[in-house]
């Protein structure tokens, strides 16, 4: 559920739509918005993603309710039916997060190669769940990673991104190579300093 937690439902809402209205202002109308609608139950689960639907949001993070993690970790088939019910019940796309959804936070790139081999002609797109190992996520199948550093640095987010995506000589191997790296090390310090001094520092990049 993420920093979502100190957010009342009207906040979250608030939120989303002040992010689209900022992007449609400068000309972003088709940049999506992935809003988190994580709750404790399936029902607020579903009321959140549509909350952040009618506020402007084009996909909903999911994740699965952390109060009952313990009971949820002992049942893959609850927690693939909250996941369903959800996706059942939202108007937007849902992203899964945690287990046992395609969002692969461990850092384990064959545990994402298995996932993205059994989801392969299916409509399901798989992420890393960090950015620190995504040259090697794309190379098996990955879409993509859900990180909190291109909140801070976006263009060398998507520079690193377009990297991934051209590999024609051994410079460009090299050049994402080293641009992982350098994300690697940023993502671990921001991972570090915690969620106040990560939003702290989202502020801070929007200001100066």
């Given at each position: 559920m993420g920093e979502a937690v100190h957010l009342t439902p009207q906040?979250?809402?608030?939120?989303?739509?002040?992010?689209?209205?900022a992007l449609d202002s400068i000309g972003l109308q088709?940049?999506?918005?992935?809003?988190?609608?994580?709750?404790?139950?399936?029902?607020?689960?579903?009321?959140?993603?549509?909350?952040?639907?009618?506020?402007?949001?084009?996909?909903?993070?999911?994740?699965?309710p952390g109060y009952w993690a313990g009971y949820l970790k002992?049942?893959?088939?609850?927690?693939?039916?909250?996941?369903?019910?959800?996706?059942?019940?939202?108007?937007?796309?849902?992203?899964?997060?945690?287990?046992?959804?395609?969002?692969?936070l461990c850092g384990n790139v064959g545990k994402l190669a298995r996932i993205a081999a059994l989801l392969d002609g299916t409509s399901f797109t798989t992420l890393a769940g960090l950015i620190d190992f995504l040259l090697p996520s794309v190379v098996v199948g990955s879409a993509g990673a859900i990180s909190p550093l291109p909140n801070i640095a976006p263009?060398?987010?998507?520079?690193?991104?377009?990297?991934?995506?051209?590999f024609e000589t051994k410079a460009d191997f090299k050049a994402a190579q080293k641009s992982q790296g350098l994300a690697s090390l940023a993502e671990s310090a921001l991972l570090?300093?915690?969620?106040?001094?990560?939003?702290?520092?989202?502020?801070?990049?929007?200001?100066?």
């Open positions: 906040e979250r809402i608030k939120l989303v739509q002040t992010l689209r209205n088709k940049t999506p918005i992935v809003a988190g609608v994580g709750g404790n139950s399936t029902r607020e689960t579903i009321q959140l993603a549509r909350d952040a639907a009618a506020a402007g949001a084009d996909f909903a993070l999911v994740i699965a002992g049942n893959p088939a609850v927690v693939k039916r909250f996941f369903v019910d959800v996706a059942a019940g939202s108007p937007i796309p849902v992203y899964g997060t945690s287990h046992p959804a395609p969002a692969v263009k060398f987010s998507m520079k690193l991104w377009n990297l991934t995506q051209n570090k300093s915690g969620v106040c001094d990560l939003s702290e520092s989202c502020f801070l990049s929007t200001v100066f």
